[in-house]
């Protein structure tokens, strides 16, 4: 390996590091369309979806069947019908929905049977497939006038018996079709089921992996994040095809419902499940309840966090040292930023309420996140901060630092503008760091 894709690779792998930790454990649903299955994509998918149960997420995966339906109806020479977007499920169609969904079944169990030569001991580590009769349905009935068949909507999901296949270290696999208490099946749209499962099981995430690479704006750019209001507006401006739409009301549903995270990408790229997963950047579209990012009051749970970023920085002596109980005793002083659930920063304000003096420290963005406009965010939380606080000066200290607070609105300072206390362990520390001053009135 080159230097350079080393040093890429070590940057990548630390990108990933909270990723692999935080989904360790959790539960995800990945809705994977009928196109992605069609595409010849199912071997690399399963690959991504191995690694991802060998790093401890529990998976429940459930298929479409709508290409393959389509492929059967075609070579019958018939179509499929549809009424306000739903397939009418006549007794035939229900024949071919099964047929299809055997196939695309024994197909992603094959792929998921294969294990990767590079796994020691691989029989022992092949991923189990549990499937099983875990959707409870209910027939759609007659709409407008038009009996839908065996069109159904989902009653209930037996998420007892899908956890326990999950305690077990399977990987749970489901097909869009459900059963009635009267012994009939029923034919259930992907999104419907995805979204069911996701709720019901409290999923962390449901991912859609579709044939588009996520969403879009109204002017065509890919959105590679959004809330559930911005998605909302995105669907009453009508602008999508329909299973987009789909996809977009069961993100909002599940998000409404407790499920942290939807994510919709496109399943036809290779490494987009991985990329999607664990970088921050993401290779679709990820949706949250609210905004990814936030600058927040530190509490104690955050002092780990905080002592990861701050420790090689206090080993290069640019930061003041700040052990374990001073950050217990001072917690109250910090904001932190975090991202999807991670943080990426932090900084801390103290305040000498007689001089209405306020002091910028320990301002801190995780290498792998500067140069995007987080340290600029940090320092306006701050500034606001400070103003409501009534400081009408607020002071920064650093040793090489300089240019980043001028260029700030920062300008330098004497020692002796400090509060006493302040130019005291200035004194003590010997750092001789620079001065900078910003005026808040
Ligand atoms: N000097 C000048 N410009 C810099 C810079 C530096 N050292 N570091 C980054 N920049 C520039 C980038 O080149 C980029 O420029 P561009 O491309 O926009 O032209 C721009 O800043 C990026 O701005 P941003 O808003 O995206 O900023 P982030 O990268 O997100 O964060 C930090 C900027 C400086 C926070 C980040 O680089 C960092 O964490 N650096 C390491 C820690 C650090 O130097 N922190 C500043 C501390 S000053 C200490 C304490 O312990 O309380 C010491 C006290 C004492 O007594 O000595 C502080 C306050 O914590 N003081």
């Known amino acids: 390996m080159s230097p350079q894709s080393s040093a890429a690779f070590v940057a990548d792998f630390r990108q990933a590091a909270p990723y692999i930790h935080y989904l360790s454990g959790k539960t995800i649903v990945l809705a994977v369309s009928s196109h992605v299955l069609l595409a010849d994509k199912l071997a690399s998918l399963a690959k991504d979806i191995q690694l991802l149960a060998s790093l401890g997420?529990?998976?429940?995966?459930v298929h479409g069947t709508r290409q393959y339906l389509n492929q059967m109806m075609r070579a019958a020479g018939e179509t499929l019908s549809y009424h306000r977007g739903w397939r009418i499920t006549d007794e035939a169609t229900l024949q071919q929905v099964k047929q299809a969904c055997g196939m695309v079944r024994f197909d992603i169990e094959a792929a998921l049977s294969s294990s990767?030569?590079?796994?020691?001991?691989?029989?022992?580590?092949?991923?189990?497939v549990a499937s099983g009769n875990f959707l409870l349905a209910k027939p759609l009935g007659v709409m407008d006038g038009i009996d839908m068949g065996y069109t159904g909507r989902i009653r209930k999901v037996d998420a007892e018996a899908i956890q326990q296949r999950l305690n077990e270290g399977c990987l749970v696999l489901v097909s869009p079709l459900g059963q009635s208490l009267s012994g009939k099946s029923f034919n259930l749209g992907l999104d419907d089921a995805a979204q069911a499962l996701a709720?019901?099981?409290?999923?962390?995430?449901?991912?859609?992996?579709?044939?588009?690479?996520?969403v879009r704006s109204t002017d065509g750019a890919l959105l590679s994040q959004l809330t559930a209001a911005e998605a909302q507006a995105?669907?009453?401006?009508?602008?999508?095809?329909a299973d987009m739409s789909r996809m977009l009301k069961a993100a909002i549903y599940v998000l409404e419902n407790g499920v942290r995270r939807a994510h919709i990408l496109c399943g036809l790229n290779d490494g987009s499940l991985i990329a999607e997963l664990f970088t921050r950047q993401g290779s679709g579209t990820a949706l949250a309840q609210s905004s990814?990012?936030?600058?927040?009051?530190?509490?104690?749970?955050?002092i780990g966090d905080i002592i990861d970023l701050i420790a090689p920085l206090e080993s290069a002596g640019i930061l003041l040292p700040?052990?374990?109980?001073?950050?217990?005793?001072?917690?109250?002083?910090?904001s932190v930023l975090e991202h999807d659930c991670h943080v990426y920063g932090c900084v801390a304000l103290k305040v000498f309420e007689q001089q209405h003096i306020g002091e910028l420290a320990c301002l801190v963005v995780s290498p792998d996140a500067q140069d995007g406009g987080y340290g600029e965010l940090l320092l306006d939380y701050?500034?606001?901060q400070a103003k409501a606080r009534g400081v009408s000066t607020l002071f920064a200290l650093s040793t090489n630092t300089g240019d980043w607070f001028d260029e700030r609105g920062f300008e330098t300072a004497e020692l002796s503008e400090l509060p006493p206390e302040r130019q005291e362990q200035y004194l003590q520390n010997k750092r001789r760091s620079k001065i900078y001053r910003r005026s808040l009135v």
Do not use: C, W
């Open 382 to 384: 701050v500034l606001k």
């Open 116 to 128: 990767p030569a590079q796994m020691p001991d691989r029989n022992q580590r092949r991923l189990r």
């Open 292 to 302: 990814f990012m936030r600058i927040r009051a530190a509490d104690n749970h955050d």
């Open 57 to 61: 997420v529990r998976l429940v995966l």
């Open 199 to 214: 709720v019901t099981l409290k999923a962390e995430k449901l991912v859609f992996l579709a044939s588009e690479d996520g």
């Open 322 to 334: 700040r052990n374990r109980e001073y950050l217990e005793n001072h917690i109250h002083e910090f």
């Open 234 to 241: 995105l669907l009453d401006n009508n602008a999508h095809s």
